[in-house]
């Protein structure tokens, strides 16, 4: 069977792209900013054809003859933009009106390659982000540069990833071929790992680590807690005026437990409102266990300080459910014969 080829964009510390290629994609080219996220591609996959680029000076170029394309040749693009606003001021916003985000270089990729598909990963307050003017406004780009799609929100934690994590997913099917290809969002599996599956035998990496004072808070909070779990006067002088804020706040000193999911990984493990300390010992985890949640394997080494691997793998898409979804988009394209 051919090896179908795929463009990355945005492509950060590459969840996203090895989920792809577990899937048996080729990537052909990926397009990403942040110099260690780059290093961390090439350290990992030196053949890959990794763009170290901002992708408002690339998009520029001519893309076809900068990749060596025929225009509808490409298999897919995939990546996942930032979030951002649209002036939208009541009235339909095409292609031309959207420049300057970063959702429009994404869009000028579709309209210079025509690809068969494209993927976009997205957090998944997207699709209530401006009363849903926003998703509105990309559903409707994309339609304009020959797309027929479709969206939905996918939790990892039903894809073989010890972690509850919601984005949203948008397939774009190039509406010449709509009645060839047909694509199903993959159906969550049976088993739905905890931490204990993922986090046995973790090789040693750096962490983070408590100050003294947060690690005998959490010293009194279970498995599972959180800072309803402490005594009344220790919760008050930890948390402060958020103490008397409204809300569970169920983020805040949260011990994980073995017998669940993690909560989202965020960008660093130890931010008051999205604290997530280990099971049994009173640190937040390590690099490597980060790694592990987000269904990295273990040999894909991560470049620069440790802040910097937190953040990228913090950002990354976990690669057990990039994976299923690029076997779902492989099944479409190979059922569909193009």
């Given amino acids: 069977m051919k090896k179908r080829k795929c463009i990355e964009l945005f492509a950060g ?4 792209a090895l989920g792809l290629e577990q899937a048996g994609f080729a990537e052909i080219a990926l397009i990403e900013i942040d110099h260690v996220a780059c290093e961390t591609l090439r350290v990992n ?7 170290e680029e901002d992708i408002v000076k690339f998009a520029q170029k001519d893309l076809l003859k900068e990749f060596n394309l025929k225009k509808g040749e490409l298999d897919l693009v995939s990546g996942g933009y930032p979030c951002q606003a649209f002036s939208y001021a009541g009235k339909k916003l095409g292609f031309a009106d959207i420049r300057g985000t970063m959702f429009y270089y994404y869009a000028e990729f579709l309209r210079q ?8 990963e997205n957090v998944k307050g997207l699709i209530s982000h401006d009363g849903g003017k926003t998703i509105k406004t990309m559903v409707d780009v994309f339609e304009e540069l020959g797309y027929v799609v479709t969206y939905q929100v996918l939790n990892a934690w039903d894809y073989g990833v010890a972690e509850k994590r919601q984005r949203v997913v948008i397939i774009g099917i190039r509406q010449d071929l709509e ?41 009194l909070v279970p498995p599972g ?35 669940e999911p993690s909560l989202t990984l965020t960008c660093s493990p130890m931010m008051k409102q999205t604290d997530r300390c280990h099971p049994d010992e009173s640190r937040p985890l390590t690099t490597r266990e980060y790694a592990r949640i987000q269904s990295f394997p273990d040999e894909w080494q991560f470049a620069g300080k440790m802040n910097d691997i937190y953040k990228q793998i913090g ?5 057990n459910l990039a994976k299923c979804i690029g076997e779902a988009i492989m099944m479409a394209l190979d059922g569909g014969k193009v």
């Fill in 113 to 120: 390659l025509q690809p068969k598909m494209f993927l976009v």
């Fill in 45 to 51: 996959r030196s053949s890959w054809n990794v763009i």
């Fill in 225 to 259: 807690g959180y800072w309803k779990d402490l005594p009344d006067d220790v919760a008050k002088d930890y948390m402060k005026s958020c103490y008397y804020m409204g809300g569970g706040r169920t983020g805040i000193a949260r011990r994980l437990s073995w017998d």
């Fill in 13 to 16: 510390a590459g969840g996203l």
């Fill in 315 to 319: 950002n990354a898409v976990p690669v």
């Fill in 179 to 219: 009645n060839k290809v047909h694509f199903a969002y993959p159906e969550p599996h049976d088993y739905k790992p905890v931490l204990k599956d993922v986090l046995k035998d973790v090789p040693a990496s750096v962490g983070a680590k408590y100050p003294e004072a947060k690690k005998k808070v959490f010293d």
